[in-house]
């Protein structure tokens, strides 16, 4: 590895040490096309351990064009930005935080690039549930950062939390649901017929990456959101037909 390619590396994870903040990074430690990007994004994965799976992000064409793109993008998920419970989730500490409400799966064998069959795509999938995504637009602009950048940074990624598994979800037209998310009584919604459908993300996420394995999670996009959130709140809600909503704080 040359000693730029190393330099990039602790740079980047040094910024995510300083999260919710973001510094100035310099433009030559920038990746400067997507290509770089995923590659920092990578090296970064490998130096600071403990993914436990990718989201996918911008799986709408509205989405994809606020930010140039002509596909979704990717970025990871970590075992320290879980939280077990949406209050808890809603607790840390975000610099401008959004709310997706998504569909997220867990594997229970591996998928490969070679094999993407829908009985492929189905049999891998041991769980299916409603989940938060928590983003932070911890950049102020964006633009200005870059989106080589953002992907190397786990675009916008800050938190996540599963909420109850549905079990007769294979019984669903998971490209028909429809979700919400209300915040201290103010509802948003949205259809996933209007984004990637969550069988479609992570048939396009195995594409992207070769392979998955047994236990990974993914977020396959947001069918509502982002919906920005000024914390603390006193309310918060995200539902999908057929699955149990979460919220906060929990019925007594």
Same mark, same amino acid.
């Given at each position: 590895?040359? +000693?730029?390619?190393? @330099?990039?590396?602790?740079? &980047?994870?040094?910024? !995510? ?7 100035? %990074? ?7 096309? %997507? ?11 490998? !130096? ?14 509205? =989405?994809? +064009? ?6 979704? *993008?990717?970025? =990871?998920?970590?075992?320290?930005? !879980? ?12 610099? #401008? $935080? #959004?709310?997706?409400?998504? /569909?997220?799966?867990?594997? #229970? ?15 891998? %999938? ?11 637009? +911890? ?6 950062? =870059? ?15 599963? =909420? $109850? ?12 649901? +429809?979700?919400?998310?209300? /915040?201290?009584?103010?509802? &948003?919604?949205?259809?996933? #017929?209007?984004?990637? @459908? ?19 999670? *993914?977020?396959?996009?947001? /069918? *509502?959101? $982002? ?26």
């Amino acid at each position: 590895m040359d +000693r730029n390619a190393e @330099d990039q590396i602790e740079t &980047f994870v040094a910024a !995510r040490g300083l999260r919710p903040s973001w510094p100035e %990074i310099a433009h030559g430690l920038r990746p400067q096309t %997507i290509a770089e990007g995923y590659r920092l994004q990578n090296s970064i994965h490998d !130096r600071i351990g403990g993914r436990v799976g990718y989201k996918v992000g911008s799986t709408s064409a509205a =989405g994809q +064009r606020v930010f140039g793109l002509q596909e979704p *993008v990717y970025a =990871g998920l970590f075992a320290a930005d !879980r939280s077990a419970a949406l209050g808890q989730a809603l607790a840390r500490p975000y610099r #401008s $935080p #959004s709310l997706e409400c998504e /569909i997220a799966f867990v594997l #229970s064998r591996d998928l490969d690039a070679a094999h993407l069959s829908k009985t492929d795509v189905a049999s891998a %999938i041991g769980a299916c549930h409603i989940a938060c995504e928590i983003i932070d637009n +911890r950049y102020g602009d964006p633009a200005a950062v =870059g989106v080589p950048s953002l992907i190397a940074d786990d675009f916008f990624q800050a938190g996540f939390v599963l =909420g $109850p598994a549905n079990p007769d979800w294979r019984y669903q037209d998971l490209h028909r649901v +429809r979700a919400s998310v209300t /915040i201290n009584g103010q509802r &948003f919604e949205g259809s996933a #017929s209007d984004v990637l @459908d969550a069988y479609a993300s992570l048939t396009w996420l195995v594409r992207k990456r070769g392979h998955l394995a047994p236990g990974e999670i *993914v977020l396959t996009g947001a /069918i *509502v959101g $982002p919906v920005s959130i000024a914390l603390p709140a006193k309310h918060v809600e995200l539902a999908v037909t057929g699955f149990v909503p979460m919220a906060f704080p929990t019925a007594s």
